[in-house]
């Protein structure tokens, strides 16, 4: 089985900063992408930030300038540095990996248990 065990979630002033990480534990084997994902109430869930295994990233356009993703290959774990919070950012943040677990020939998608942020104004 492959568990994926988000933290760093919590409560933040408008304009404060919150760092997550997320560890990719179990029997995986590798994996490629990796991102974070949120849901607020009644919203769709979404991208936040995405990173591939080389580095590459993307982000949602409402969190352009002020999040960072980053990862540790070596320790199959993804961060996210939010800076200049909004309350429009509270949601549930759910880590994602995208990857394959041992002997297992396709990739799959992981998903986190979630961890709640919310910014007050």
């Known amino acids: 089985q492959v568990q994926l065990v988000e933290s760093g979630g919590g409560l933040v002033q408008a304009g404060g900063s919150l760092s997550l990480s997320c560890v990719v534990s179990g029997s995986i084997f590798s994996i490629n992408l990796m991102g974070w994902y949120r849901q607020a109430p009644g919203k769709q869930r979404e991208l936040v930030a995405g990173?591939?295994?080389?580095?590459?990233?993307n982000y949602g356009d409402s969190v352009k300038g002020r999040f960072t993703i980053s990862r540790d290959n070596a320790k199959n774990t993804v961060y996210l540095q939010m800076n200049s919070l909004k309350p429009e950012d509270t949601a549930v943040y759910y880590c994602n990996a995208n990857g394959r677990a041992r002997g297992r020939y396709s990739t799959n998608d992981y998903w986190g248990q979630g961890t709640q942020v919310t910014v007050s104004s």
């Open positions: 990173i591939t295994s080389g580095g590459e990233t």
